[in-house]
Nanobody, 121 residues
Framework: QVQLVESGGGLVQAGGSLRLSCAAS????????MGWYRQAPGKQRELVAA???????NYADSVKGRFTISRDNAKNTVYLQMNSLKPEDTAVYYC???????????????WGQGTQVTVSS
């Protein structure tokens, strides 16, 4: 079983920055796709950014040029640097990691507990 622990959320004024971290632990053989999703009140969960084992990245149009996703494979950790934050970025942010783990080795798809990001105007 793979556990994810998120940190870095909080309250920030519009135009400010925050950095989210998500560390994976447990029986991990590999981490393939690592990503961040968010869910605002009354809205569906949406993909914010993803990074793959080869280093390719994918961003939602709404965050392109403002957010940067990165990963530290040695630490099984994914980061989300959020700059120029806007009130519409307010949401609970969830980390998601997919890969291989356990014994016998099988696929896993784990979610973090969520961290609140609030951007005031």
């Amino acid at each position: 079983q793979v556990q994810l622990v998120e940190s870095g959320g909080g309250l920030v004024q519009a135009g400010g920055s925050l950095r989210l971290s998500c560390a994976a632990s447990g029986s991990i053989f590999s981490t393939n796709a690592m990503g961040w999703y968010r869910q605002a009140p009354g809205k569906q969960r949406e993909l914010v950014a993803a990074i793959f084992s080869g280093g390719n990245t994918n961003y939602a149009d709404s965050v392109k040029g403002r957010f940067t996703i990165s990963r530290d494979n040695a630490k099984n950790t994914v980061y989300l640097q959020m700059n120029s934050l806007k009130p519409e970025d307010t949401a609970v942010y969830y980390c998601n990691v997919q890969g291989l783990g356990g014994w016998p080795v099988s696929k896993y798809d784990s979610w973090g507990q969520g961290t609140q990001v609030t951007v005031s105007s």
